[in-house]
C-alpha cells in the first residue's frame, strides 16, 4: 500500500498541500479540520475524541501522543486470516513536549456490509514544526482504502460525522454473517508507467447452480464494464474439473490517472461478497537527481559571464498557456512538455480565503437517525452567511439547527435519514464552500425470532417475529427457498409496527418445513410440523349383485371429513368419466356408476389419503345370454361366400354364466366333431366353419343359447356364389378400315351374382396371343374395337364378370378382315386449257391402305349444276387427265376420286371453276444450273442437254452456233412442248462454241446461251533445255506447248534417265512453274531429261526430251574435259574458276518483326440476358505477345469466379457467368508489352432483374444493391 504524501514546507514556514494526479493533472487537497464522535474501538481503549479548529489543541489526555492506536479489526472477512491490505493512513508529526496527530489521507466510505464493525477516527492537524520528526501511524480497516492517487477524487474524501453519541460507544455492534464466494481475491499492487498488469479473483461453484455475477469498480460508483477498450480488458473462464469461476481484470499500458481504489463485488442471489484492493502506478526511476529549477535556467554565452540569470520557472508559473511554446523558443526549452509535467506535480500555494477561516471537510458521514454537525469558521464573523441543500437554501426547522460560537457558525443535522444524503454548501459574501454528507443505513436486527410449530391439518398457523425497526422489510423463507406471497399464494404476510406474521389459514402435511425470516441485519428459523388426525369409519362398504346394465353406488361415511381419498378395482385406480361419477361430500364418499358392465365386477377398495387404513367391498355381476349378430356387420344377417373357399364365421355372445351353444341346419344340428362343416364355442364368441363351401351349403343357420339366466336364439343366412358361365361366341356385323363392330348375348348363368361387365380379347387369326382390349368393364352387349391393321384377318371373344370373377372364354368369332378405302388424291391443279380441253394433274392419296389403289374416277360439271359426269369410262392410273368434247367459254369444276376394293374414297374437288378458252403465256426459258456455266466434255464423249421453257401456245424454238444455223449432221436438236434437247453424240474439238436458243410464242420471244466446250490431251512443251549444272543440281527451262487441249494446262510432270540405261523415273508431279531445278543428282552420272504438259483431261501423249545431257562431275574436274556432251551456262549469280563453279551468296538483313499491341478487332456495346451467360471478344496484334488485362469500370478483374478470360492467337475472351444488373457497365481490355499498350472499351447492359434476396445471395455489397434497387425503380417510372 502507498504511503500518505507527506506535507512540503514553504519558505515562510506554512505548511503546503500535497498534490494527487487525477486524469487531468494535480488537484489540491484542502486542510482537513472536523469534529468527530469516536467510534466504539475508540472507545473500547478508553480514548477521548480530540475536537480541532485548525489551531493548536490542548490535550485531553495525559498522553496526547496515544491519541489513536493501530490494530487488526476483529472480524476477519471471509475467513482469511491475513490482514487486510485496505486501510487509511495518518501520519502523526510530534514536536519536542507534546505531539498531535494530523490527518493526510481520508478514509473512503464502505462498499460492503462488512464494513459496519470498522471506523477511523481522524485526529487533530496541527502545523507542522520539525519535518525530520516526523512519525508514521496507520489503521487498517477492511475494504476500506484509498491510495495517494486517489485522494483527488471526490468520491474518495471522507471524513466522520456525529453519527453516535459517546454514551452508545458502549454497545456492542452485530456484525452480519459473512459469505464466502471469493475464494481468491485480488490483491494491491503497484505497477509502472507503461506496464501490464491483471487482477484475479475465484468464485467456487460447487454449491451454485448458476454462474454469479462479478462488478468491478474504480472509487465507489465507476463501473469498469463500460470502460473496457485497449486499456482494460475483463475476462472469464470456467473450470469444468474444479468447478471454480475465474474472473481477471487485464490493465493494459498503464497511465498515472488509473492508480487509485479499486473494489470486486461477486453476487449470487442472496449471497454476495465484495474485496477492495489498491494500485499504484509509479514513474520509470532516473539514475539520478535532476534539479529541476536549474532545468529551467537559460544557459549564457560564455562571454556574457557578467549577465544576470533568468528564472524560466518562474516565468512559466506566471504566465498564460497560450503563451508556454513562444516562452521555451525564447529561451531554449526543448522539452517543453516534459517540463509542463512536472510543473503540474509541483505543490501550489493554496490562496487563503477572505471570507471562511477553516471551511467545510470534503465529505461527512453519519449513521442514519444520528445528527450530524457541520462546522465552518469566519475570518469575519458580521459577514451573512446561508447554508444550501442540493442548491436549495436551507431554512431553520427543528431539523436542521443553526448555533454560533464566537466565528464559528454551525448547521446541526437532527435524525439523519436518506433523503439529507446530498452535497451541502455554505456562502459567505462571494465566497463559497461545499461537502457532501454520506447517510450509512443500520441493518435491521431481529429482536424477537420465530417459535416451532406443531400442530394437524387443516388448522391455522402464525408465525411471528420482531424486528429493530419500524417499517422494515424482512423476508420469509421455506427449507431455503422463498415463500411466495401473491394473491393467489396460500401464504399471507403482515406486519405490526416492528412486528410481522406468516399466516397459513388451512395448513396441510405440506406445510411441515424449516421456515426462517431474514432481515438485514440477522436471521431467526424454526419448524412447523403438520400431522393428520385419527381415523373414525361411521359407515363401511358393503357387497352387492346387480344385473349388467344396472347402476352401481358404494357409499362410506368417515372422520375428519375433509380428508380427501382414492378408489380401487382389483388394485387399479379408478379415474372418473363420463360413466362412473366419484363424490366426496364432507364426511360422505361415494362412487356411482351410471350402467354396469361385466368389467365392474371385483373387490373395490377406498383408501383415505394418508391413511394406511382402506375399506373393502365386492360387486357381482350376472347377465342372461345374448348373441351379438349386430357386430357381424352384414345387410340382413346374410353371409355371401365363393364357392371353393374357406367360411369362419365367428359370432360374439355374452352371458353370465357362459352359455351352452347349438347350432343347427333345418332340423339337423351341427356337431364340434364334423369333417367338412363343423360348430365350435371359445369364450365369449362361438363360430361355423365351412372347409370347402359347395352350392349346397347356401341356406338358414340357427343358433341357440341356454344359461341359467334364459335363452336367446338367432339365424344366419348363408349365400354361396360362383363365376358366371361362358357367354356365346360373338358376331362382327360391320367391318372398317381399322375396326369393326361386335354385339354377343349375356350367359345364360350368371353365378348367383348380377353381371357386371365384359372383357374382350381379340387376336390375329394366324396367332396364338390374345390381347385384352378394354381394361374398364364393357356394361352393355355390344363394342367397337379400333386400330387394327389393315388386311390383316383377326379373330374376337368375350369373357363375362361378376362380382365374384372373370367367366371362362365365349368361343372365337368368326375370322374377318379390316379394309378402308384410300385417302382423297392431292395437289389436284390445272396443268392445261383449250378451246376444247382442260387438263388436270395431281399426286396419289396419302394414305392408301391394304387394298391397295386400283385408279382414278375424273368428273365434272357445268358450273352451276350438280350433275357431274363422269369423263373416264375407265379407270386411269395415271397422275394427269384431258377431259375432251367440252364447249368453248363454259366454266366446269372437275373433282377426282382414287378407287380400291374397299369402295372410292372421298372426292378432291377444284377450289375454282375452270374457263374453257386458250389463255397466250409468254415464254419463258428455265436453264438448268449446270448450264448456266461453261458445259465440258471430253473428246469423244456424248452431249445431251435438256433445256426445259414454258409458254403457250406451244412455242417456236431455234438453235444458234455462233450466229450460225446448227447443221443437222453435226448436232442433233429434238423439241417437245416443255423442252428441246440437244443431242451429240460423239464430241468433237470443232462442237465447242456458244449455242443461242431462241422461243417464241407470237411476238413474245425469250433467249438463252449456253457455252460448251470440248476438251482433249494437251501436247508436249516446246522446248526443253539445260539452263544450268552445278554440283549435283541441274536447272531446266521450257515453254508451254502450243496445243493446250482446249483446256489450261494444269501443271506438269518431269523426268529423268541414266544415259547408260534409259530407264525414266519421275521427279515431280503436277508441277505448275516453267523452270525448275533438279537435285539429288549422282555424281558421276549422265542424265536425259523429258517433260509432259498437263491439263484436266490428263498428261499428252508425249514428252519434250533435253537435246543434251547433263553430266554431274566432282568437285576440282575441269568442265573442259566433257564439254561436247554438257551443257554449261554462265548466269549473273556463278563464276567460272580453274575448281569449278562457285555460288555467290548475298547479305539479307532479317526483317525486324515487333510490333506495339494493335486491336484488329475492337470490343462492341452488348446486351446481356440476366442468368445467362455472357461473352466479350477482341482481337489484338502483338510482337513479341502481349499481356492481357481485363477492367471492369476501370477496375482491373482479378480472381473473380463470375469471370472467365480466354486468349488464343491473339483473340481475347471474357466469359460472364449468369450476369446479374450489377455486373452491367464499361468494360476494358488493355495489352501490354515492351514497345506499348492499347485498350478497348464497351459498355455491357444486362437486361432482367433480381430480387433483393437473390442479390444478398450472390454476395452483392449493400450499398451496390441500394444503388440497382434504386435504378430499377427509375426506370419503371420512366416506362
Avoid at 42 to 71: C, F, N, R, W
Avoid at 401 to 426: L, P, W
Wanted: proline fraction near 8%.
Amino acid at each position: 500500500m502507498p504511503e500518505p504524501t507527506k506535507k512540503d514546507e514553504t519558505p515562510n514556514g506554512q505548511p503546503e498541500e500535497s498534490v494527487a494526479p487525477d486524469s487531468n493533472g494535480a488537484l489540491p487537497l484542502p486542510e482537513i479540520s472536523l469534529e468527530v464522535s469516536p467510534p466504539p474501538e475508540a472507545v473500547a481503549e478508553g480514548k477521548e475524541p480530540v475536537e480541532t479548529d485548525g489551531k493548536k489543541p490542548e490535550p485531553t489526555e495525559p498522553e496526547p501522543s496515544q491519541a489513536v492506536v493501530a490494530q487488526e479489526p476483529s472480524p476477519v472477512e471471509n475467513g482469511s486470516n491475513q490482514p487486510q491490505t485496505g486501510g487509511v493512513g495518518v501520519k502523526e508529526q510530534a514536536e519536542s513536549d507534546n505531539s498531535t496527530v494530523k490527518e493526510e489521507v481520508p478514509c473512503s466510505p464502505p462498499p460492503t456490509d462488512d464494513d459496519d464493525a470498522a471506523a477511523t477516527t481522524p485526529s487533530p492537524t496541527p502545523q507542522a514544526e520539525d519535518a525530520n520528526s516526523l512519525k508514521k501511524l496507520s489503521i487498517e480497516l477492511p475494504n476500506d482504502s484509498v491510495p495517494v492517487p486517489a485522494m483527488g477524487r471526490k468520491d474518495s474524501v471522507w471524513s466522520l460525522g456525529e453519527g453516535q453519541a459517546p454514551e452508545d460507544l458502549e454497545k456492542p455492534i452485530d456484525t452480519p454473517p459473512l459469505s464466502t464466494l471469493l475464494i481468491e481475491k485480488p490483491s494491491s499492487a503497484t505497477v509502472p508507467v507503461g506496464g501490464d498488469i491483471v487482477f484475479v479473483a475465484k468464485v467456487e461453484a460447487k454449491d451454485l447452480l448458476r454462474k454469479p455475477t462479478i462488478k468491478w469498480f474504480k472509487g465507489k460508483w465507476m463501473d469498469l464494464a463500460s470502460k473496457t477498450g485497449k486499456h482494460l480488458q475483463l475476462k472469464e473462464t470456467f473450470d469444468r474439473f474444479t468447478k471454480i469461476h475465474t474472473f481477471e481484470m487485464h490493465i493494459i499500458k498503464a497511465k498515472d490517472n488509473y492508480a487509485g481504489n479499486y473494489r470486486c463485488e461477486v453476487s449470487y442471489k442472496d449471497k454476495f461478497d465484495s474485496c477492495s484492493f489498491d494500485l499504484e502506478v509509479k514513474e520509470a526511476e532516473q539514475a539520478q537527481s535532476i534539479d529541476i529549477r536549474s532545468a529551467f535556467k537559460r544557459r549564457e554565452v560564455k562571454q556574457q559571464d557578467d549577465a544576470p540569470e533568468v528564472d524560466v520557472w518562474e516565468i512559466l508559473k506566471n504566465a498564460r498557456p497560450d503563451q508556454y511554446e513562444k516562452i521555451a523558443f525564447m529561451y531554449g526549452i526543448t522539452d517543453l512538455r516534459g517540463l509542463l509535467k512536472r510543473m503540474k506535480k509541483m505543490p501550489k500555494e493554496e490562496k487563503k480565503s477572505e471570507a471562511f477561516a477553516k471551511k467545510l471537510e470534503p465529505a461527512y458521514q453519519v449513521d442514519k437517525g444520528g445528527k450530524i454537525r457541520l462546522v465552518v469558521d469566519l475570518a469575519d464573523p458580521t459577514v451573512e452567511l446561508k447554508w444550501y441543500k442540493n442548491g436549495q437554501e436551507i431554512r431553520p426547522t427543528p431539523k436542521y439547527i443553526f448555533e454560533h460560537k464566537g466565528t464559528q457558525r454551525i448547521m446541526v443535522i437532527n435524525n439523519c435519514s436518506m433523503m439529507d444524503d446530498a452535497a451541502y454548501s455554505v456562502a459567505a459574501g462571494d465566497e463559497k464552500c461545499s461537502t457532501e454528507l454520506f447517510v450509512k443505513e443500520l441493518p435491521i436486527k431481529i429482536v424477537k425470532g420465530i417459535e416451532p410449530v406443531k400442530t394437524t391439518v387443516n388448522e391455522r398457523i402464525e408465525l411471528e417475529c420482531e424486528v429493530s425497526e419500524e417499517g422494515a422489510q424482512v423476508k420469509w423463507m421455506k427449507n431455503g427457498v422463498e415463500v411466495p406471497t401473491g394473491v393467489r399464494s396460500r401464504y399471507r404476510v403482515k406486519s405490526e409496527g416492528t412486528k410481522h406474521f406468516l399466516v397459513i389459514d388451512d395448513a396441510s402435511k405440506e406445510d411441515t418445513g424449516t421456515y426462517s425470516v431474514m432481515a438485514s441485519g440477522g436471521t431467526s428459523e424454526a419448524h412447523v410440523q403438520v400431522d393428520l388426525k385419527p381415523l373414525k369409519i361411521y359407515q363401511d362398504l358393503q357387497d352387492m349383485t346387480v344385473k349388467l346394465g344396472e347402476p352401481i353406488k358404494l357409499q362410506c361415511e368417515i372422520y375428519p371429513g375433509n380428508v380427501p381419498g382414492r378408489w380401487y378395482r382389483n388394485g387399479q385406480l379408478i379415474q372418473p368419466s363420463d360413466r362412473i361419477n366419484i363424490i366426496h361430500r364432507n364426511k360422505i364418499h361415494r362412487l356411482e356408476i351410471a350402467t354396469s358392465s361385466l368389467h365392474d365386477a371385483g373387490d373395490y377398495t377406498f383408501v383415505p389419503e394418508g391413511y394406511s387404513q382402506s375399506l373393502c367391498a365386492k360387486i357381482h355381476i350376472i347377465d342372461p345370454p345374448r348373441v351379438h349378430l349386430e357386430s357381424l356387420n352384414f345387410p340382413d344377417n346374410t353371409v355371401t361366400i365363393v364357392a371353393g373357399n374357406k367360411l369362419r364365421l365367428e359370432i360374439p355372445i355374452s352371458g353370465e354364466p357362459a352359455p351352452r351353444v347349438v347350432w343347427m341346419k333345418g332340423e339337423r344340428v351341427i356337431l364340434e366333431s364334423g369333417h367338412r362343416v363343423r360348430a365350435e364355442t371359445h369364450g365369449d364368441q362361438t363360430s361355423l366353419t365351412i372347409e370347402v363351401t359347395e352350392r349346397e351349403d347356401s341356406g338358414n343357420y340357427k343358433i341357440v343359447l341356454q344359461n341359467e339366466a334364459g335363452e336367446d336364439t338367432a339365424s344366419v343366412k348363408i349365400k354361396v356364389v360362383d363365376i358366371p358361365d361362358a357367354p356365346e361366341a360373338p358376331l362382327v356385323p360391320e367391318v372398317g378400315g381399322d375396326w369393326c363392330s361386335m354385339t354377343w348375348e349375356p350367359p345364360k348363368y350368371d353365378g348367383g351374382s348380377p353381371i357386371l361387365g365384359y372383357f374382350v380379347e381379340r387376336k390375329k387369326k394366324q396367332s396364338s396371343r390374345w390381347m385384352r382390349l378394354n381394361f374398364d368393364l364393357i356394361k352393355e352387349t355390344q363394342f367397337e374395337p379400333k386400330k387394327m391393321i389393315e388386311g390383316v384377318p383377326y379373330e374376337v371373344r368375350i369373357f363375362a364378370v361378376n362380382a365374384i370373377g372373370v367367366s371362362k372364354p365365349s368361343e372365337p368369332s368368326k375370322a374377318f378382315t379390316p379394309l378402308a378405302v384410300t385417302s382423297e388424291p392431292t395437289m389436284l391443279v390445272v396443268d392445261d386449257v383449250t378451246d376444247t380441253t382442260v387438263t388436270v394433274k395431281w399426286r396419289p392419296p396419302e394414305t392408301i391402305g391394304a387394298a391397295g389403289l386400283d385408279g382414278y374416277l375424273v368428273e365434272y360439271c357445268i358450273e352451276g349444276t350438280d350433275d357431274w359426269v363422269i369423263s373416264n369410262k375407265e379407270l386411269t392410273e395415271k397422275t394427269k387427265y384431258t377431259i375432251t368434247g367440252l364447249s368453248p367459254g363454259c366454266k366446269i369444276l372437275v373433282r377426282v376420286k382414287a378407287l380400291n376394293a374397299a369402295g372410292a374414297s372421298a372426292p378432291r374437288t377444284l377450289q375454282h371453276s375452270i374457263l374453257v378458252k386458250e389463255v397466250v403465256e409468254p415464254p419463258k426459258i428455265r436453264v438448268p444450273r449446270h448450264l448456266k456455266m461453261t458445259y465440258t466434255r471430253r473428246v469423244g464423249e456424248a452431249v445431251n442437254l435438256v433445256v426445259p421453257f414454258m409458254g403457250k401456245p406451244r412455242p417456236k424454238v431455234t438453235w444458234l452456233k455462233d450466229g450460225q444455223a446448227i447443221e443437222p449432221t453435226h448436232v442433233n436438236i429434238r423439241n417437245t412442248d416443255c423442252d428441246s434437247i440437244i443431242f451429240i453424240r460423239k464430241a468433237e474439238r470443232s462442237h465447242s462454241g456458244k449455242y443461242e436458243m431462241s422461243v417464241q410464242v407470237e411476238n413474245h420471244k425469250d433467249t438463252a446461251i449456253i457455252d460448251i466446250q470440248i476438251v482433249d490431251l494437251p501436247g508436249p512443251p516446246q522446248a526443253v533445255t539445260i539452263e544450268d549444272v552445278w554440283g549435283g543440281n541441274v536447272a531446266l527451262v521450257w515453254t508451254p506447248p502450243k496445243d493446250n487441249g482446249n483446256a489450261p494446262i494444269t501443271g506438269y510432270t518431269i523426268q529423268k534417265a541414266d544415259k547408260k540405261t534409259m530407264e525414266w523415273y519421275t521427279c515431280i508431279e503436277h508441277y505448275h512453274r516453267n523452270c525448275i531445278t533438279i537435285t539429288e543428282l549422282v555424281v558421276g552420272n549422265e542424265y536425259f531429261f523429258r517433260i509432259f504438259s498437263e491439263n484436266m483431261c490428263g498428261l499428252s501423249e508425249s514428252a519434250t526430251q533435253t537435246k543434251k545431257s547433263a553430266l554431274i562431275v566432282k568437285e576440282g574436274n575441269s568442265p573442259h574435259d566433257t564439254a561436247q556432251h554438257q551443257y554449261h551456262a554462265q548466269p549473273h549469280s556463278f563464276t567460272l574458276t580453274p575448281t569449278g563453279m562457285q555460288l555467290k551468296t548475298h547479305n539479307f538483313e532479317d526483317h525486324d518483326f515487333k510490333e506495339a499491341p494493335k486491336f484488329t478487332q475492337p470490343l462492341i456495346n452488348t446486351f446481356a440476358i440476366a442468368g445467362y451467360n455472357a461473352t466479350l471478344n477482341c482481337s489484338v496484334r502483338a510482337n513479341p505477345r502481349a499481356k492481357v488485362i481485363w477492367m471492369k469500370n476501370k477496375m482491373t478483374i482479378i480472381d473473380d469466379p463470375r469471370y472467365r478470360m480466354f486468349s488464343n492467337q491473339g483473340v481475347c475472351t471474357l466469359e460472364i457467368r449468369k450476369p446479374s444488373p450489377y455486373d452491367g457497365g464499361m468494360y476494358t481490355c488493355k495489352a501490354i508489352n515492351d514497345l506499348g499498350e492499347a485498350q478497348v472499351d464497351c459498355k455491357l447492359e444486362v437486361k432482367g432483374g433480381f430480387t433483393f434476396y437473390e442479390l444478398m445471395q450472390r454476395g452483392v455489397p449493400l450499398h451496390l444493391i441500394d444503388k440497382y434497387m434504386n435504378e430499377s425503380k427509375t426506370v419503371e417510372q420512366e416506362k
